[in-house]
């Protein structure tokens, strides 16, 4: 029953976006945390808009840098229902697992090299600058006045070390990578987070290419890998061990 509330909860909330890690725990608790509309927030690598789902208009977002061509349009955050019955699942008519927030929001990724996000609003076919954001600037070429957004700083890493340590310029880091089909489902799981399957997912950088960088304090951590859900050990760690039950798992020591 967890895992199916779980599977609900994403994807009333995420709908079809596909860059950003969407899946991760921090993302949804973030997304669910807005009671009204505000400012764009950083999230990772993206900038998170929100807007007013009120009399379900129709929002999306345009950017300068992009010469205003493209429109990314906003998709609803649902909330869960507090339930006070026990899930039926052989119920005829199960009960609502799922509200209407009455937000929206969009995850945009800003492409490199951006040192800002000047962007407007299209509100039911209508242009107009983010009600929530008072950063704004008039533009001397035209004379529209912008929204202001910052977007996420560089994280640029320094080196890599034995394939999976790295040292990021928020200190020490596990690096994993893994080699799959494009679009397969690639996690990682360990004693850095109670073995948990589903928290942190491998981004897909390049065709058939997944990588995370997990920021963790310096010591020695016990870890795998779940491709398509089954259980493997990192083909590029020769260190293992065997954990309680006889899996194998990779060990990797970080060193601050």
């Known amino acids: 029953m967890k895992k199916l509330f779980f599977f609900l909860l994403l994807n009333g909330i995420i709908g079809s976006l596909h860059a950003l890690d969407l899946q991760s725990y921090q993302l949804i608790d973030l997304l669910l945390s807005f009671d009204k509309p505000r400012a764009p927030v950083i999230f990772e690598d993206a900038v998170i808009f929100t807007s007013s789902a009120a009399r379900n208009r129709k929002v999306g977002v345009s950017f300068a840098h992009e010469d205003f061509r493209?429109?990314?349009?906003?998709?609803?955050?649902?909330?869960?229902?507090?339930?006070?019955?026990?899930?039926?699942?052989?119920?005829?008519?199960?009960?609502?697992?799922?509200?209407?927030?009455?937000?929206?929001?969009?995850?945009?990724?800003?492409?490199?090299?951006?040192?800002s996000l000047e962007y407007r609003?299209?509100?039911?076919?209508?242009?107009?600058?983010?009600?929530?954001?008072?950063?704004?600037?008039?533009?001397?070429?035209?004379?529209?006045?912008?929204?202001?957004?910052?977007?996420?700083?560089?994280?640029?890493?320094?080196?890599f070390r034995d394939g999976n340590q790295s040292v990021t310029n928020d200190g020490m880091a596990l690096y994993v990578k893994y080699h799959a089909p494009s679009g397969d489902s690639v996690t990682v799981a360990g004693d850095f987070n109670r073995w948990d399957p589903f928290m942190y997912r491998l981004r897909e950088t390049r065709i058939g290419e997944y990588e995370l960088i997990?920021?963790?304090?310096?010591?020695?951590?016990?870890?795998?890998?779940?491709?398509?859900?089954?259980?493997?050990?990192?083909?590029?760690?020769?260190?293992?061990?065997?954990?309680p039950g006889g899996k194998v798992v990779n060990t990797v020591t970080l060193e601050g």
């Open 214 to 243: 997990l920021p963790l304090p310096a010591g020695k951590y016990r870890y795998v890998i779940y491709h398509n859900g089954h259980q493997v050990v990192d083909p590029y760690n020769p260190n293992k061990e065997y954990a």
């Open 121 to 159: 609003l299209i509100v039911d076919g209508l242009w107009t600058t983010d009600p929530s954001n008072p950063a704004r600037r008039t533009s001397f070429t035209s004379g529209i006045e912008l929204s202001l957004s910052p977007v996420p700083p560089a994280k640029a890493l320094v080196d």
């Open 70 to 115: 493209k429109i990314y349009w906003f998709k609803k955050i649902m909330s869960p229902i507090e339930q006070t019955e026990p899930f039926n699942e052989k119920a005829k008519h199960p009960p609502e697992t799922l509200k209407d927030s009455g937000i929206l929001f969009y995850a945009y990724e800003p492409p490199a090299g951006i040192e």
